[in-house]
């Protein structure tokens, strides 16, 4: 007798469609090269929910370690920031953690910043990122972002 492929269950294709959000976001959105200049709103708009009213935003790379209550004050930290260095870049370390109901998710994500200042000074940081996705009729989008250095180098891989 032959069985029926099973169906993934509507979570589970969530935690994929999410953890796959998750690493574009890492590892796409928040670069700046010479050939790939940062802008936030041109690399990351879609990814963050800039319409509602209840979203807040803090990471602690921002030297001001300030919290923000809208998507577009916390933009403006970055876009000011990460074009003066030569380049950053972020590498996903294993999967996302994710946790979904209904239409809101929490995931935990943890990546390798590399990143060389305006003066040249090339450094690395283990960072762990805690999001809160809602989803919205336009997809997943970031309500809630708490982003920590969790050593000031990262481990050797």
């Not at 890492?26 to 990814?47: K, N």
């Not at 109901?101 to 690395?124: I, N, P, R």
Request: charged share 25%; net charge negative; hydrophobic share 40%.
């Amino acid at each position: 007798m032959q069985q029926a492929p099973s169906k993934a269950a509507p979570e589970d294709e969530d935690v994929r469609a999410l953890n796959d959000l998750a690493r574009e976001w890492v590892e796409i959105g928040w670069r700046h090269t010479s050939q790939e200049p940062f802008d936030f709103r041109g690399r990351l708009a879609r990814f963050y929910d800039w319409s509602s009213e209840d979203t807040q935003f803090f990471d602690d790379f921002d030297t001001k370690r300030r919290v923000n209550t809208d998507v577009a004050q916390y933009a403006a930290i970055w876009d000011e920031r990460i074009p003066s260095m030569q380049c950053l870049t972020n590498v996903t370390v294993d999967e996302p953690r994710t946790l979904v109901s209904g239409d809101l998710a929490v995931m935990s994500v943890q990546f390798v910043t590399s990143y060389t200042t305006a003066d040249g000074v090339a450094d690395q940081a283990l960072t762990l990122s805690s999001l809160v996705w809602r989803r919205s009729p336009d997809g997943w989008r970031i309500i809630r972002e708490h982003g920590s250095g969790l050593a000031a180098h990262a481990p050797s891989r």
